[in-house]
Structures are given as C-alpha cells and as structure tokens.
C-alpha cells in the first residue's frame, strides 16, 4: 500500500498523496474565453506549473507527473505547436532558480526524440542542473502516450528475454521498470471539466483515485489543489479488499 503524508492544516488532517498525476486541462477554452490566443493560455498554465510544483513540494508529495504534451497533440495547428515546443524554454529560463532553491528535482517522460534538437536540450539540462535534488521529483510527461509507452516496454521485454537477460518469469513490479513511470499513482487530477483519462498512465492508474474540477489549469492554484487533497483524505482506499 503506497505511503502518505499526514499534515495538519486549519481543517484538520490532510492525507498527502505520495503520487500525483494532473492532466492540464483547458489553456486553450482560458484564453478563448478571455478573447486571447491559444498561446497565452499555455504560457499562464506554464505559470500554474511552478505555483502547483512549490506547493506540493511544501506538502511533501514525492512525484509530481504533469501532462504537458501527448502523443496526439502533434495533431494542433502548426504555430500552436510550435509554441509549445518553444515554451520547456521559456518555463526553465524563468523558473529554473526557484526550482533549485527549492530542491525540486525534474524529469521526464515520454520520447523526446521528435521535438527540436533546442527543445530536447533544454530539458535534459534541466535535468542534469536539478538531478542531486532530493525533494519534489516534477516529472513532464511530454510527447507521451501510454499505449505507446506499454508497447515500448513490451518490445524491450521481447528483445531482453531474446537476448537471454531476462526469463520468462515476469512479475507486475519487473514490468514496471520498464515503463517511463514505474510507479503506481494515488490520485489523478483533470482539470476543466472533462472526465476521461485520454491515453495516460493507464498502467499507473489501477489504483489511483480520480478527481474531476471543473477548473481550467490556468486558475488552478493551491486553493484548488488543497481542495482536491480534501477530497481525497476523504476516499475510503481498500485496494480490492475488506477495511477491517
């Protein structure tokens, strides 16, 4: 049974999720509503990601998965695309020092092997700056699709059982570490509305609880995430069995 954090608020006692997963929902609806472009919608959510990042650090959750860019998103409008490759760059440039002074280490998920060679640079140096930290791990989720992410992990399987490093004798938590993210998720988060996973984690969501706002992510701060941690302090988890 995955870990919580007990903290103690002005309500009582909040039950911290050691793993979080949020799909950012509705940048686009943000700005459309506010008669902006799509653009200014994903940079205010870029913001939203360092607001929601320092504070599920100061709660104390351990890993923090961020939907940031699936694999169907490559469907967009060419400028909206690649804004959104550009904006990893602008997020780092201007939050990279908070995350540090706050000991938040980044990685990600996902191939980044499509994106821009200036896009894939950025990241996996803010992965290298921020990889002796040992708080929050704030995981991207970018150019990710789970099913492609099972089929990748079953493929390397094949191939190491052919090559007669692995056996035949696999467990659940060995398949796992095939995966980009090995661990199980105690809460999802959807943002704006919808109600639908969209090709995420499906692996890491057996157990998970899931909770709906109908927040757009831009107005997502951390009144809402406290609200959600509220909601699942109150969920009765039994994991297929009988609470005593």
């Given at each position: 049974m995955p870990e919580q954090i007990s903290t103690a608020t002005d309500t009582g006692i909040l039950q911290v999720p050691e793993t979080i997963a949020i799909i950012m929902d509705g940048n686009g609806r943000w700005a459309k509503k506010r008669g902006l472009p799509r653009t200014a919608?994903?940079?205010?959510?870029?913001?939203?990601?360092?607001?929601?990042?320092?504070?599920?650090?100061?709660?104390?959750?351990?890993?923090?998965?961020?939907?940031?860019?699936?694999?169907?998103?490559?469907?967009?409008?060419?400028?909206?695309?690649?804004?959104?490759?550009?904006?990893?760059?602008?997020?780092?440039?201007?939050?990279?020092?908070?995350?540090?002074?706050?000991?938040?280490?980044?990685?990600?998920?996902g191939e980044l092997e499509r994106f821009p060679e200036s896009t894939q640079k950025v990241i996996r140096k803010a992965v290298q700056q921020t990889e002796a930290n040992t708080g929050l791990e704030l995981c991207i989720a970018i150019n990710y699709g789970s099913r492609r992410e099972l089929l990748l992990a079953a493929r390397q399987y094949a191939a190491d059982v052919q090559a007669g490093t692995r056996d035949n004798?696999?467990?659940?938590?060995?398949?796992?570490?095939?995966?980009?993210?090995?661990?199980?998720?105690?809460?999802?988060?959807?943002?704006?509305?919808?109600?639908?996973?969209?090709?995420?984690l499906l692996w890491q969501l057996a157990y998970s609880e899931l909770i709906f706002t109908p927040t757009a992510w831009p107005d997502f701060d951390e009144n809402r995430l406290r609200e959600c941690l509220e909601e699942f302090s109150r969920r009765d988890r039994r994991f297929g069995g009988i609470k005593a």
């Open positions: 919608g994903h940079k205010k959510g870029a913001d939203t990601i360092h607001t929601i990042g320092l504070e599920a650090n100061r709660l104390g959750v351990k890993k923090l998965i961020l939907y940031a860019f699936s694999t169907e998103n490559w469907k967009r409008p060419e400028d909206e695309v690649g804004y959104l490759c550009k904006l990893p760059g602008l997020f780092f440039d201007r939050y990279i020092r908070d995350l540090m002074n706050n000991n938040i280490r980044v990685t990600f998920a004798d696999l467990t659940e938590e060995e398949f796992a570490d095939y995966l980009f993210v090995p661990e199980n998720v105690d809460l999802l988060i959807r943002t704006s509305g919808e109600e639908r996973i969209s090709n995420f």
